[in-house]
C-alpha cells in the first residue's frame, strides 16, 4: 500500500515507511503530521528511525488534461506512491477565450477605452500558450514537493506520447526499433487514441480491435497512420479489399464522420507534444538524471507485466529502467488543480459592466477560502463534525463543503485548519 512520507527533525527526506509505523510514532509521539496530503510526518527525534536511505524515481506520464505520477524504488520494484493530477488547461483556454471577446465588445463600443496598442504584443522565443504552459507548471510544483518529501535521486517521463515522426516514416534510423516490438504498441495506441476505442463501422466496444487500411493495400492505399483505422474482425471481413466509398456508399454520413476524422490530428497528442521539449527543459533543470521513453514503450512495459491501464500505473511503466512492478494496495491521490483564484476587483455580467465587488482582504480569522478545516460544532442546531474545504465571510459566519453536503452558517470559532489552500484540491 502506499506508504507515509518521513522527514527527520532538520526537515531532509528519509525512506517512506508503512502507514502502521507511521500511526505507532504518532501514537507514542514521537513524531508529528507535517503535512496532509500527501500524508507527511516529521520526527521528534533525530534517532527515532536510524536506516539507509533508499534511492526513489519518478516516474511521469504527462497528460493534455491527466498527468500521472509514481515513486518506485528501482531495486525492488515497489510503488511508494502515486498519483494523477488534473490539468486546469481547457479552463485557463476558456478564461481568456471570454476575456478577448469582452475586451473586443468594449472596443467595438463608442466608449473611452483605448484601443489594442499592437507593438506590446511580441512573443519571446519558445512562448507557449498559458493553457499549456499551466501543465508545465504543475507538473513542476509536484516534482519540487516530492523532491522534499522522498529521497528521489532519478526522474522518468515521456517525452512524447506517440512517436509520429517514425510511424509515417518507418525508414528512420534505426528501422530495428520501428519494425520491432514497440512496431505494433506505438501505432496501435494512437489509434485507439483517435478513434475512442470502437469499431469506427458498427461502434462496437469491448472486443478485440483489428488495425484496418481505410484505402486498402491492394487500390493503392498507403501505410501512413492517416489511412489506418480500427475495425472489428466481423466488419474488418465483411469490408475486404473495397473501397471505404464503396463499403459505405448507402451511410453517407458515416463516411463523411470517417473520412474528417482521419485527418484530424489527435487534440490531446499535439497538447502533449507541443510541451515536451519545454518540460522536459524544466526536469534537466533539477540537476537530476532524466531518463526519457515513448508511449508505445510505456504500454509495452505495462501488458507485458498484465497490468490494467490508468495513468499512474503508466507512469510506473516509463522507460527502460521499469523493474517488475509491485502495486499491491496501492490507492492513488487525487489531485486536481483548481488555481489560485483571480486577481479581479470586480467581477463583471455577461455583456462586461460591472456586477459585483470583491473584498480586498482575502484572510478572515486566520481562514481563507480554500482551506481544508475541520469543525467540531458542539451546541446549536447543527451539532456534529465536519471536515471540508470552507468558505469564509467577513461576518466570521463559514460555509464548509463536506461529505453530508454543504453546512452553511458555522461560526469561525469551531474550525480548525487542517491543510491550507495550496491551489490544488485532494481525493481518493
Known amino acids: ?27 507514542n509521539k514521537k513524531a508529528a503530521i507535517f503535512r496532509r496530503f500527501p500524508f507527511t510526518i516529521i520526527l521528534k527525534e533525530s534517532s527515532v528511525v536510524d536506516a539507509p536511505v533508499s534511492n526513489i524515481r519518478i516516474k511521469l506520464d504527462p497528460g493534455a488534461k491527466i498527468t500521472g505520477i509514481s515513486l518506485v524504488n528501482d531495486s525492488t520494484g515497489e510503488v511508494i506512491f502515486a498519483a494523477e493530477l ?38 519571446p522565443d519558445g512562448w507557449l500558450s498559458p493553457s ?33 515522426q517514425l510511424m509515417h516514416n518507418p525508414e528512420i534510423e534505426g528501422k530495428e526499433y520501428q519494425q520491432g516490438t514497440l512496431a505494433g504498441y506505438e501505432t496501435r495506441e494512437y489509434l485507439l487514441e483517435k478513434w475512442n476505442r470502437q469499431c469506427v463501422y458498427c461502434g462496437v466496444k469491448n472486443v478485440p480491435l483489428q488495425v484496418e487500411h481505410i484505402h486498402p493495400r491492394s487500390k493503392g492505399g498507403s ?11 466481423k466488419c474488418n471481413i465483411k469490408k475486404a479489399t473495397k473501397d471505404i466509398k464503396e463499403f459505405l456508399k448507402k451511410d453517407s454520413a458515416k463516411l463523411q464522420k470517417i473520412l474528417a476524422q482521419a485527418k484530424k490530428p489527435l487534440a490531446n497528442a499535439a497538447a502533449v507534444n507541443a510541451t515536451r521539449y519545454k518540460l522536459l527543459e524544466v526536469l534537466k533543470s533539477t540537476s537530476l538524471p532524466v531518463e526519457c521513453g515513448s508511449g508505445g514503450l510505456t504500454k509495452f512495459n505495462r501488458t507485458s507485466q498484465q497490468l490494467t491501464k490508468t ?32 486577481r479581479q476587483l470586480c467581477r463583471t455580467d455577461k455583456f462586461g459592466f460591472p456586477n459585483r465587488y470583491v473584498p480586498r482582504f482575502k484572510f478572515v480569522n486566520g481562514f481563507q477560502t480554500g482551506d481544508i478545516v475541520k469543525a467540531i460544532v458542539t451546541n446549536g442546531k447543527k451539532i456534529g463534525e465536519y471536515i471540508g474545504r470552507v468558505a469564509v465571510r467577513s461576518t466570521g459566519s463559514f460555509n464548509i463543503s463536506a461529505k453530508q453536503g454543504l453546512i452553511q452558517g458555522i461560526n469561525h470559532k469551531y474550525c480548525s485548519t487542517i491543510h491550507r489552500k495550496d491551489g490544488y484540491s485532494y481525493g481518493f
Open 132 to 164: 499549456l504552459m499551466s501543465r508545465i507548471h504543475n507538473v513542476e510544483t509536484w516534482v519540487n514537493r516530492l523532491r522534499k518529501l522522498a529521497p528521489i535521486a532519478a526522474i522518468s517521463t515521456e517525452l512524447v506520447k506517440f512517436d509520429m
Open 311 to 342: 495513468h499512474w500505473i503508466d507512469a510506473a511503466c516509463v522507460g527502460k529502467s521499469t523493474p517488475t512492478l509491485n502495486i499491491k494496495g496501492i490507492k492513488p491521490l487525487l489531485i486536481t488543480s483548481n488555481g489560485h483564484g483571480t
Open 223 to 233: 501505410n501512413s497512420i492517416t489511412n489506418l483505422t480500427l475495425s472489428c474482425e
Open 1 to 27: 500500500m502506499s506508504k507515509v512520507f518521513v522527514l527527520d527533525t532538520k526537515k531532509r527526506p528519509l525512506d517512506p515507511i508503512h502507514s502502521a509505523q507511521a500511526r505507532q510514532l504518532l501514537r
Open 86 to 123: 488534473k490539468h486546469r488547461g481547457f479552463t485557463i483556454r476558456d478564461a481568456l477565450n471570454s476575456r478577448r471577446q469582452l475586451r473586443r465588445g468594449r472596443r467595438n463600443r463608442k466608449t473611452r477605452y483605448r484601443k489594442p496598442r499592437f507593438l506590446n504584443r511580441t512573443r
